[in-house]
């Protein structure tokens, strides 16, 4: 069992049970092999998230990279950063970690990756759909599995050696009993914090709420918990620990846009021209921010996605990629490349350290902007890219007539992920196709007010939407 549909664009993830089984999985796992010998190499980091089904999957997985011919190196139980750093730390290319992320409990997949610090894209996950349906490719002998021990010390103590408080924040870690709990606090512990734990009791059922830190119950419980223990922030982690959400000590979410243009406007001092890749789905704010500016920092704008935004931070020499999603990639020397929620964790809790002033305090620093939180109406998989492109047609020719959308012209409709519709004023929607799920991606950002902000999306882009029959019906407020 191998339900086509659970390889993505950057990684895969099934129903255990439903969409793929352990068969599946050894002929996922000969498929990677297959790819990885084309390109001359034999050796894998494997790691698995805390699941029911995760060492199930795991088992199998590794089945058929042996029957590959790889040699796979079992970290075991890990975050996906951890398993990244595994490729760093015993020198070897491959990494396939078993992990379903912030999904609820009952899902599992795979990200994989060959060279460091990259992970899959589009035309390698393509082509290991292609291998893994044909049936796996050939098998070749010579695979073996050896367990390796350590990683969670070499990790903890990398991330410290970057990161050392300058002074003592309290800090609320909440990791809603999924994986990051193992890890997580000793992590902020070694770098100098004095931590409150919330749900880091590992439970695969996720008694409370899905450990996701863009969800509103997630935010809302750790919210709480600051605001209770007066704390000088919150962090959140999902499940497999590669995002971090951030609360600040009045108990205010900062979704993760505006912190990423906290954390750009903290490091310009130090690395003045810098450039920073921010994902599509970010607020405009970056466009015009005037600290930024004064130290000549740059803005590059790019795709949704963890392979994506990391293959685009390697290529154009960034110092650090944000992305709206919770996902943010420090590069050396901040970090290693890759997305790291407790990295990032460790660069916010400096940034307020050295500071020396509230996390409230910076955020009001910054210039008003009303964003809405990320929309997914179902669209079917089948015909969620063919939906976008006829929306962005309809938003280009808009444009090209000098239609205005609320009294305000179209400036620009940049096409790099979806349609992101930029107004003359600063305002602007994007609509692009989720790149996991059978969805679109719905965000719109007012530069004037909430109720404004409210009036883009309901009187502009509903109706819009609503042309459409194939997009399901919207279930979230604005």
């Known amino acids: 069992m191998l339900h086509p549909t659970g390889f993505r664009e950057y990684d ?68 996906t950063p951890m398993a990244y750093f595994a490729q760093i730390w015993l020198d070897v290319p491959g990494v396939a970690m078993v992990t ?16 460091p610090p990259l992970t899959f894209g589009p035309d390698d996950m393509a082509a290991l759909k292609a291998l893994a349906l044909a049936g796996g490719g050939e098998g070749s002998p010579g695979g073996s599995v050896e367990r390796v021990e350590g990683l969670a010390e070499a990790w903890i103590a990398d991330l410290a050696s970057r990161v050392r408080l300058d002074r003592r924040l309290k800090v609320v870690c ?53 605001v209770e223990t007066g704390a000088d922030l919150g ?7 590669d995002r971090c959400g951030v609360v600040d000590d009045r108990g205010e979410p900062i979704f993760a846009d505006k912190m990423g243009l906290l954390l750009a406007r903290g490091l310009a001092a130090d690395h003045p021209g810098a450039r920073f890749v921010v994902d599509v789905k970010s607020t405009g704010l970056f466009d015009t921010d005037p600290v930024l500016a004064a130290h000549g920092c740059t803005v590059d704008w790019w795709m949704t996605g963890h392979s994506h935004m990391k293959r685009r931070v390697a290529a154009t020499g ?14 050396p ?26 996390l409230s305090d910076l955020r009001e620093d910054l210039a008003p902007a ?54 003359e004023d600063g305002s602007w929607l994007l609509v692009r196709a989720s790149s996991n799920k059978p969805e679109l991606v719905v965000v719109v950002e007012s530069l004037r007010s909430q109720d404004d902000m409210r009036a883009l999306f309901h009187e502009a882009v509903k109706p819009r939407l609503a042309g459409h029959p194939e997009i399901g019906a919207f279930n979230q407020e604005v």
């Open 12 to 79: 895969a993830r099934w129903l255990w049970g439903d969409q793929v089984d352990a068969d599946g999985m050894r002929t996922v796992g000969r498929a990677f092999a297959s790819l990885a010998r084309a390109r001359g190499i034999s050796r894998t980091v494997v790691g698995h998230d805390w699941r029911s089904c995760s060492e199930a999957v795991k088992s199998a997985l590794v089945e058929g990279l042996v029957a590959g011919g790889m040699t796979a190196l079992d970290v075991g139980l890990c975050l």
């Open 333 to 358: 020397p901040l970090g290693r490349g890759y997305d790291d929620g407790v990295a990032t964790a460790g660069l916010v809790m400096d940034l307020v350290a050295r500071a020396g002033r509230p």
């Open 370 to 423: 009303w964003t809405s939180l990320t929309m997914s109406p179902h669209c079917p998989d089948e015909a969620r890219y063919e939906v976008v492109a006829r929306l962005t047609a309809e938003f280009q020719a808009d444009r090209a007539a000098g239609r205005e959308i609320l009294g305000r012209r179209i400036v620009d409709v940049a096409t790099i992920n979806g349609a992101r519709v930029k107004l």
């Open 235 to 241: 962090l959140g982690f999902d499940g497999d620990g």
């Open 318 to 331: 960034a110092l650090m990629g944000f992305e709206k999603s919770g996902h943010f990639f420090p590069a």
């Open 100 to 115: 379903a992320s912030h999904n609820p409990n009952g899902w599992t997949g795979v990200k994989v990756g060959l060279e």
């Open 174 to 226: 909440a990791c809603g009993n999924g994986t990051a709990g193992a890890f997580a606090p000793a992590a902020l512990r070694a770098m100098g914090a004095e931590v409150i734990e919330m749900d880091c009791d590992l439970d695969w059922t996720f008694p409370r709420y899905d450990p996701n830190p863009e969800d509103r119950e997630m935010l809302a419980e750790i919210s709480r918990r600051v």
